[in-house]
């Protein structure tokens, strides 16, 4: 990878305009942040759906190593907690879309929609004899 090691000043300015937009993001990332968790702390529990462990998605270490810039250091720790947080969320999402509606998506011929893993447990599409037969075995589990 070149992407930061390369020193021309045309590739230092665009990284001194970029960074400003980079981070930008950082503060609608700290909201999504705090209403995500305080749906999946207080849903999950609720509903009885094993919450997810945070710091299996979100980790800030790359900020520790000595041979990179103080610049560096900063995106690097951003992008640890940007990207984890997407990815923590991205698991919340499916946790909660397997409880809610876990019913494949409709498919065409040439579609390009990229279903996550997960959907291959679901109900297929259009199936309504397996999704009344879901739903009943649902009721019954949560008699129990």
């Known amino acids: 990878m070149q992407y930061h090691f390369n020193r021309k000043f045309s590739d230092w300015m665009r990284k001194f305009l970029s960074g400003p937009l980079v981070l930008m993001v950082f503060f609608p990332l700290v909201f999504l942040d705090v209403i995500l968790e305080i749906y999946h702390q207080i849903s999950f529990r609720l509903l009885k759906i094993p919450r997810i462990p945070r710091?299996?998605?979100?980790?800030v270490d790359r900020h520790k190593l000595s041979y990179l810039t103080p610049a560096q250091k900063v995106f690097c720790?951003?992008?640890g907690y940007a990207n984890g947080l997407?990815?923590?969320a991205a698991e919340i999402a499916a946790e909660s879309?397997?409880?809610w509606c876990a019913i494949m998506h409709k498919t065409?011929?040439?579609d390009s929609f990229?279903?996550?893993l997960y959907h291959r447990d679901f109900i297929a599409y259009g199936d309504?004899?397996?999704y009344d037969k879901e739903v009943t075995r649902a009721k019954e589990e949560a008699k129990k």
């Open 128 to 130: 309504k004899d397996a």
């Open 108 to 110: 065409n011929k040439d």
């Open 114 to 116: 990229i279903a996550p």
């Open 77 to 79: 720790a951003y992008c």
């Open 55 to 59: 710091w299996n998605y979100i980790r």
């Open 86 to 88: 997407l990815l923590y």
């Open 97 to 99: 879309e397997k409880y």
